[in-house]
């Protein structure tokens, strides 16, 4: 087997396990504050956090699949090491990136779900707030 088909095997592999991992960690994770920002409907929550699971894999893996070309030939162990430490590496930011993009979504959806919940009719816990 050459070099560029070990490559192509353990950037699939790598990026693929890194992928399902973060997505199980997103989505078990996710589901409390779904739940609050839905205001406790759990089938909506869970409704919305199974879509976003689907929509982040197929983001994702499309990436990672749509970057596995590798234009330079690989002529040792050095340059294979080289060339998947630079696209395991950009896999990695991505996923960072869209994981804090996921915690902003989430933050502004909870803080409005939180400004709804204060000014609901008969809310007890709104004194002398407006309605």
Do not use: Q
Request: zero cysteines.
């Amino acid at each position: 087997m050459s070099y560029i088909l070990i490559s192509y095997t353990l950037y699939l592999i790598l990026t693929l396990v890194l992928i399902i991992w973060v997505a199980r960690k997103l989505f078990s994770n996710g589901k409390i504050f779904l739940l609050d920002i839905f205001h406790g409907n759990k089938e909506l929550a869970n409704a919305v956090n199974n879509l976003l699971l689907v929509g982040f894999y197929l983001i994702n893996i499309g990436y990672a699949v749509y970057t596995l070309s590798i234009r330079e030939d690989i002529l040792n162990a050095r340059a294979l090491v080289e060339g998947l430490s630079v696209k395991v590496g950009a896999i990695i930011l991505i996923l960072g990136g869209m994981h804090f993009l996921n915690m902003l979504v989430f933050y502004k959806l909870r803080k409005r779900a939180l400004l709804e919940k204060k000014f609901e009719p008969g809310n007890t816990a709104n004194k002398g707030g407006i309605y």
